[in-house]
Each structure stands twice: as C-alpha cells, then as structure tokens.
C-alpha cells in the first residue's frame, strides 16, 4: 500500500538556517505529493504541493521538487524563522473516481531558534 | 468565506460511551473527509463522504460511522470507545473532485 516516510525530528536550527526535511514515498502510479503545517494548537495548512514529476511547489519561501526517479519530495528553505517553527507532514494523494485520500508520514517537528 | 469549523474542541469520555463529532464545510465545498491524529503521528485516513454517501473508507472498524447531510455537512460517529480512540479528529472538506483539502482545527477526544 501507499506510504510516506519522513525524518525523524525535532530539527532545531537557528534563525536564518538552511531547513532540509526529508520525505519519501511508496506508491504505485503517478501520486500527487504535498506539505502540510501544523501550527500548535490547530489545524493542517497546506504548504505547497506538486502533482507531476519534476514539478516544484512553493509557497512562502519553501520549496520541494517532485522527484519520481527517487520517489522523493524534499522540503526546503533557505532561512526559517522564529514563525516557521511548526510540526511539518509530508503527504501523498491518488484519486479514485470522485475519492481523494491522503496518506501522511509521521511528521517532523521544527524548531527555529534566535 | 468561512472555512472549515468543528465542534467541540475538546470533550472527555470514558471507555464503552459513546461520541458524535460535528464538522461544517467550507463554502463550496461539497466532500468531506474526516482523519484521526494520535499524539506524536500523522493523520490517518477514516472515511470521505460525498453527496451524503460513504466514499472510501480506511482501515478503522465499522464502530467508527458518519453521516453527511445535505448542506454537505457531516458528523462522525464513535461507539464503544476504547482507550486508543483518544485523539485529535480532524474535518477536511474540498470541492468535488479536488485532491486539496481544507482542513477544520480538529475536536480533541480523550477516552479514560
């Protein structure tokens, strides 16, 4: 079945570090692939999202390429802030007919510093 | 627009009882899946329905029921709770067809 692993967190950087988390997926076809943020307290927002191969998503200053070659989806950010600190998931999505399911991985917490 | 509103927030109950949900969709939207989050994981996938019809299920038992109602709202139903039940139930909803969901801030059950 569909699967979504992730790193293992919690990352903690200081203000205006480069952010990398890693995502990997097992599917089978062509999935669309999304980030999702959790702020504490309340719900998912969608981050950004990519629904073909070499496709880039970004939003906010985050970006992630859908890599199908290595069924990755990275997410970055060239320097986070004291805001991005948050519990990020990794996601997948493969519609059947009118059904839409997403598959998320555990979750990586990120923690910015000043 | 409104987005996506559930209700309660938090409630406790006690193993064996019983608990209904409440989930309000965005404007427009007209499916409604609902996910449960225990602490420390990602969400997993519960049910969706669309036009008042379960439409895909995950792997949770049948204790775990809803409804959708024709303003396209819905409710989650738990009997017989257990202990693991306790969770963080999160409401998304998206236009028909959409594989974007907007997602509610979720209702916070604990189970003793």
């Known amino acids: 079945g569909d699967s979504v692993t992730q790193m293992e967190g919690p990352v903690t950087l200081s203000e205006e570090a480069f952010l990398t988390i890693n995502c990997t997926y097992t599917?089978?076809?062509?999935?669309?692939l999304f980030w999702y943020v959790q702020y504490p307290g309340e719900g998912l927002q969608l981050l950004l999202k990519?629904?073909?191969?070499?496709d880039k998503g970004s939003n906010k200053g985050f970006e992630a390429t859908y890599r199908k070659e290595t069924t990755s989806f990275h997410l970055e950010k060239g320097s986070v802030q004291v805001s991005d600190s948050a519990v990020y998931f990794c996601?997948?999505?493969?519609?059947?007919?009118?059904?839409?399911?997403?598959?998320f991985g555990t979750g990586t917490r990120l923690q910015v510093t000043l | 627009e409104t987005g996506v509103t559930q209700s309660p927030t938090h409630l406790i109950k006690t193993r064996g009882q019983q608990v209904t949900l409440r989930c309000s969709s965005q404007?427009?939207?007209?499916?409604v899946s609902w996910y449960q989050q225990a602490l420390g994981q990602g969400p997993q996938f519960i049910f969706q329905?669309?036009?008042?019809?379960?439409?895909g299920r995950g792997n949770f038992p049948p204790r775990f029921s809803g409804l959708q109602f024709p303003n396209y709202s819905s409710e989650l139903n738990v009997n017989a709770l257990e202990l693991d039940d306790s969770a963080l139930y999160l409401c998304?909803?998206?236009?028909?067809?959409?594989?974007?969901?907007?997602f509610g801030a979720g209702s916070r059950l604990t189970v003793l």
């Open positions: 998304a909803s998206s236009p028909e067809g959409a594989n974007v969901l907007t």
């Open positions: 599917a089978t076809g062509y999935p669309s």
């Open positions: 990519a629904t073909k191969a070499d």
């Open positions: 996601a997948l999505s493969r519609n059947t007919g009118t059904a839409s399911k997403l598959t």
């Open positions: 404007s427009g939207h007209n499916t």
């Open positions: 329905y669309y036009r008042e019809e379960e439409n």
